[in-house]
């Protein structure tokens, strides 16, 4: 298995450019489902998830072909990366499997576009991940709100509408960004009006209602926490660009930081992640839009910062584990508390193996800054953990080396080249 070594302690400087967001490429993947007609997506990731969902969606009856994008044809200035054009002309399945849902949770995305395309789907039930039990019970009362009825059996979700979705007030309880992802597509295709309440405003969202729209839809309220679709009878095809990816632009922001270096960050929007970069200013860090991107900058001298977890426009549960490793090089002491996954602390005893002095009570974690962390081998657990090591090992004196890193490859794309362009001695080497 690969592993990444990182002999640590050098600024980083230069440009990265920052690619489509894997979070908002996977929810516009499965609008192929909606339609038989080609949905072309621009900027989007080159990532195992992307693979994963494809390979989904062909078992489901998509055809999809791929192509690399020259620099710049993304939409957004600089971005970089491949269109793919999906065309599901007939679906020939409707059960997703267990051994691709198991892979990755958001193929669970799928439900809503084949039941309301199909009038039935059987997707295999998540189970619960790293960082939590993650149940999908939010996405199934507010599908049998539109007329789905659901069973659970075998581990698979049996969803059916023989007569078609009916359009209904939800009101979601909590804040969930798949649930109201899978909601938008299955009301796109419902009779009559849906109004979700209290649903998820991440960026990401306003990416799928936008592509939605494109394809016909009628969805209005994007941005905000009320969002109003008018079924239509059918779907058609969209050419669509995906956002820049707001957590790789903060993990790569981080790095900039930790190393106390100074970094460009193209192709990226500084709107994408306020709270982010609002807490770096406090801590000291220089964070200032430039043209066609962000710079970060860092000296020496940074304060410790508290930082909540919250839904989109709060700060992202996803950047968690990377402002912990930032804090761990700040002085005086700072306060984190998760509110959105109930076991997202698992990076912490892999970080104090830099030598990061953190203390884990209930929800939050109190970090003690030091002057100076040591590089150390350590495990990656999960996504976001994984890159919080990676910064840790940038900024520590010595050699890191991060295990399991396949977890780095569902959501980062050339990490290795990427940061070795700014001057990081880093490398992927075998066996680890
Ligand atoms: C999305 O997951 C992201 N994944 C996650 O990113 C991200 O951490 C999360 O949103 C929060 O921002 C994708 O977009 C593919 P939720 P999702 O439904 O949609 C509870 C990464 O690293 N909940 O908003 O699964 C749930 O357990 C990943 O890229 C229910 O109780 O998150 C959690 O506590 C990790 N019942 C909270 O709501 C439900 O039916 C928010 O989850 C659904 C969710």
Redesign the pocket.
């Known amino acids: 298995m690969d592993a990444i070594r990182i002999l640590g302690g050098v600024p980083l400087t230069g440009e990265i450019v920052i690619g489509g967001a894997?979070?908002a490429a996977?929810?516009l993947m499965a609008c192929t489902l909606l339609t038989d007609k080609p949905l072309t997506l621009i900027n989007m990731p080159e990532l195992v998830?992307i693979s994963t969902m494809s390979n989904l969606l062909r078992q489901h009856g998509a055809r999809i072909d791929q192509s690399a994008l020259a620099p710049g044809a993304g939409g957004e200035a600089g971005a970089t990366g491949r269109s793919m054009t999906m065309t599901s002309e007939r679906i020939t399945s409707i059960t997703a499997p267990y051994d691709l849902v198991r892979r990755m949770?958001?193929s669970v995305?799928v439900l809503g576009p084949l039941l309301a395309r199909m009038g039935e789907a059987k997707v295999s039930l998540p189970g619960g991940c790293a960082?939590?039990?993650?149940?999908?019970?939010?996405?199934?009362?507010a599908l049998e709100a539109l007329g789905a009825k659901i069973d659970v059996k075998g581990g698979y979700i049996h969803a059916t509408a023989p007569g078609g979705l009916k359009g209904a007030n939800v009101v979601f309880p909590?804040?969930?960004?798949?649930?109201t992802?899978n909601l938008l597509m299955a009301a796109s295709l419902a009779k009559g009006d849906t109004v979700l309440e209290n649903a998820?405003r991440?960026p990401?969202i306003g990416n799928l209602a936008e592509c939605l729209n494109a394809m016909g839809a009628k969805i209005s309220g994007i941005g905000s926490g009320t969002l109003k679709i008018t079924g239509v009878p059918l779907l058609h095809g969209a050419r669509v660009a995906v956002i820049p990816d707001r957590?790789e632009t903060g993990t790569y922001a981080i790095a900039g930081a930790i190393t106390r270096g100074d970094v460009v960050l193209k192709g990226t929007r500084f709107d994408l992640l306020e709270s982010v970069f609002s807490a770096m200013r406090q801590a000291g860090v220089t964070v200032e839009p430039v043209e066609g991107g962000v710079r970060v900058a860092a000296e020496n001298g940074l304060v410790g910062v508290d930082v909540m977890t919250e839904?989109?426009p709060g700060f992202?549960?996803?950047m968690q584990a990377q402002w912990m490793a930032l804090m761990a090089t700040a002085n005086g002491a700072s306060m984190i508390t998760e509110t959105?996954?109930?076991n997202r602390f698992m990076h912490v005893p892999e970080l104090t193996r830099f030598g990061a002095d953190v203390n884990v009570h209930g929800a939050s974690a109190i970090i003690r800054g030091r002057k100076a962390l040591s590089g150390a081998p350590v495990m990656a657990t999960?996504?976001?953990a994984s890159s919080s090591l990676i910064l840790a090992g940038l900024a520590a004196e010595g050699e890191t080396l991060v295990n399991r890193i396949y977890h780095l490859d569902r959501?980062y794309e050339r990490l290795e080249e990427k940061l070795g362009a700014c001057g990081a001695r880093i490398e992927r080497i075998g066996g680890g």
């Open positions: 894997k979070n996977l929810p998830d949770r958001a995305l960082i939590g039990t993650r149940p999908v019970d939010l996405h199934l009362k909590k804040v969930t960004v798949g649930g992802e998820a991440e990401e957590i839904p989109f992202p549960t996803d959105i996954f109930e999960d996504l976001r959501g």
